[in-house]
């Protein structure tokens, strides 16, 4: 099989950081899979015909019997490789060094790295101040480097921090060139994809037309069906098939009631007017208002949400003839098998609910033309379709919508109060130039009722909780330092323009131990 692009494989030793390896050499527009270790037999790397690969770092031990190790056939390909700590230490063992634990040269975090007299070519840009900052995380350490390898760079834990053999290609590092406190390991990266001859062709206009191509080769004239959230990612994966197949795809669009001010209003403008792309929008607000009501266990209300959303999605897409592919806007970290050693179910803090998660089993055949991409590569891909900052750029918003943000029992006044407070509150970031810097914003209306004084009157109205923070992935988060001002001016105006809310509160809790949503 021919591929379009230069591919580089990534083999998976289990590493907690493997994934920013493929970020690092996705900035140097070049094209990656990670693929964990069991799976990469001989046939594998034939079929896959990497330019160069990676081995990644890992939690085991080469020294003990039956861990991971990489196929021989890796080291006969006649492609460069780079072994990063577990990849390295696997690297030298299997072409005849020596790995060994303990004695004391374990090494966690910051170390430094002085180069010796010879020079690498991967190296290059390094060493300008004599030495370089890099970032450790071994127990095990090479005792013996391999026949044909020569040391470029030592460090106080790892006299093998750097090694090579420059005739076959092979490159071995002690540290972890992906992560920020490396701060040269970039340019590492950058220095090894070009000595392997990547000329950097994985750019968003390429990948659109690829990715338009592809579509039509897997649809010919059959229809495709895709569920709109209005969030970034189904958005992208809509106005790409449409440009693809045009009137070929329908939108569906469930509205269930639980969007913020104007929302579904923007989203079908935006999709039915603005781009012609044939859209249902599904207004069941009534129905799933309906079925929450008197509901207030936060996983009951999604749950109830998650199952009745499915149920309406098929509803309509039984309506239109001929569907046979359903759309998904699957990112590559959701497709990326990884590696568990411990294999241990993880606890359940919330039941998810996305229009990605729509079932297999409606018996469809799945289109999912982001597969490859992470997250902020489908933001350079939105604008490369010409879709707008303000919109790629908008925070994220969680499928159950407005139910979450409601704690305890929803009513249709509870919800309207939170519409018009959320409205505010984002007004007001955005006046104060503050939205771009924020990673998601809020308000929750609170389920007590407190007592306040306006005018010469007693009001007895809800209270109201503010909720902005930073975060890089959601996993994470710490809230944003507001100043006093903009917090008082914020509650002033929602005590001022929303009726029902008289108190409001900033919630200065991180995650861990809260979570960014309040249920
Ligand atoms: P938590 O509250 O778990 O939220 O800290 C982390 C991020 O996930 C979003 N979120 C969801 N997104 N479906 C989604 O698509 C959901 O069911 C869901 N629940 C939470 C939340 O808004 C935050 O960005």
């Known amino acids: 099989m021919t591929h379009t692009h230069d591919r580089l494989l990534i083999i998976d030793f289990g590493s907690q950081?493997?994934?920013?390896?493929?970020?690092?050499?996705?900035?140097?527009?070049?094209?990656?899979e990670i693929h964990p270790y069991q799976k990469v037999t001989d046939a594998f790397l034939a079929e896959f015909a990497p330019k160069a690969i990676i081995f990644s770092g890992g939690p085991d031990?080469?020294?003990?019997?039956?861990?991971?190790?990489?196929?021989?056939?890796?080291?006969?390909?006649?492609?460069?490789?780079?072994?990063?700590?577990?990849?390295?230490?696997?690297?030298?063992?299997?072409?005849?060094?020596?790995?060994?634990?303990?004695?004391?040269?374990?090494?966690?975090?910051r170390a430094f790295v002085t180069p010796t007299e010879s020079k690498l070519s991967i190296l290059e840009g390094w060493f300008a101040e004599g030495r370089e900052q890099v970032w450790m995380s071994h127990g095990d350490h090479v005792s013996r480097i391999a026949p044909g390898f020569e040391v470029y760079g030592t460090s106080p834990g790892a006299p093998f921090a750097i090694t090579a053999d420059v005739s076959r290609h092979f490159y071995a590092v002690q540290f972890h060139p992906e992560v920020h406190h490396t701060p040269k390991g970039a340019k590492l990266y950058e220095n090894f994809v070009r000595l392997a001859g990547f000329t950097g062709d994985w750019t968003m206009g390429a990948y659109k037309d690829d990715a338009i191509e592809k579509i039509r080769a897997q649809v010919g004239d059959g229809h495709v069906i895709c569920g709109l959230s209005g969030g970034v990612d189904s958005s992208v994966a809509a106005i790409l098939i449409h440009e693809a197949i045009g009137d070929q795809l329908t939108c569906v669009f469930v509205d269930h009631g639980l969007l913020r001010q104007n929302e579904a209003e923007q989203v079908v403008t935006m999709f039915r007017d603005n781009y012609n792309i044939k859209l249902i929008h599904?207004?069941?607000?009534?129905?799933?208002?309906?079925?929450?009501?008197?509901?207030?266990?936060?996983?009951?209300?999604?749950?109830?949400?998650?199952?009745?959303?499915?149920?309406?999605?098929?509803?309509?897409?039984?309506?239109?003839?001929?569907?046979?592919?359903?759309?998904?806007?699957?990112?590559?970290?959701?497709?990326?098998e990884s590696v568990s050693f411990s294999g241990g179910p993880s606890v359940t803090i919330k039941s998810h609910h996305n229009v990605g998660g729509l079932p297999e089993k409606m018996g469809l055949k799945l289109v999912e033309p982001l597969r490859e991409l992470f997250k902020d590569e489908v933001r350079a891909l939105g604008r490369e379709l010409g879709l707008?900052?303000?919109?790629?750029?908008?925070?994220?918003?969680?499928?159950?919508?407005?139910?979450?943000?409601?704690?305890?029992?929803?009513?249709?006044?509870?919800?309207?109060?939170?519409?018009?407070?959320?409205?505010?509150?984002?007004?007001?970031i955005r006046k104060h130039g503050l939205y771009d810097e924020i990673w998601q914003a809020f308000v929750a209306i609170l389920p007590v009722r407190t007592v306040g004084v306006m005018g010469d009157g007693r009001t007895y109205d809800y209270a109201c909780a503010l909720r902005a923070v930073t975060s890089v992935d959601g996993m994470t988060a710490d809230y944003y330092p507001f100043t006093h001002e903009f917090?008082?001016?914020t509650a002033t105006r929602i005590i001022n323009e929303v009726k029902g809310i008289n108190r409001c509160t900033y919630d200065i809790t991180s995650k861990p131990p809260g979570t960014i949503e309040w249920e």
């Open 17 to 32: 950081v493997t994934q920013l390896i493929a970020r690092r050499l996705r900035e140097l527009s070049v094209y990656c």
């Open 61 to 109: 031990s080469v020294t003990r019997e039956g861990s991971p190790r990489p196929p021989k056939a890796a080291f006969t390909m006649g492609v460069p490789i780079l072994g990063i700590c577990y990849g390295q230490q696997v690297m030298m063992q299997e072409l005849g060094g020596l790995v060994e634990s303990g004695h004391g040269t374990a090494e966690f975090g």
């Open 282 to 336: 599904a207004d069941e607000s009534e129905l799933f208002l309906g079925a929450l009501e008197g509901v207030s266990d936060p996983e009951v209300k999604r749950k109830t949400i998650g199952k009745l959303f499915i149920d309406v999605f098929q509803k309509y897409a039984n309506e239109i003839e001929g569907a046979e592919f359903l759309a998904q806007g699957t990112l590559y970290p959701d497709v990326i």
């Open 388 to 428: 707008p900052d303000s919109f790629i750029g908008r925070h994220p918003f969680p499928g159950p919508g407005l139910a979450i943000r409601c704690p305890g029992e929803i009513s249709r006044e509870k919800l309207e109060i939170l519409r018009k407070a959320d409205a505010v509150f984002i007004d007001q």
């Open 487 to 489: 917090l008082g001016e």
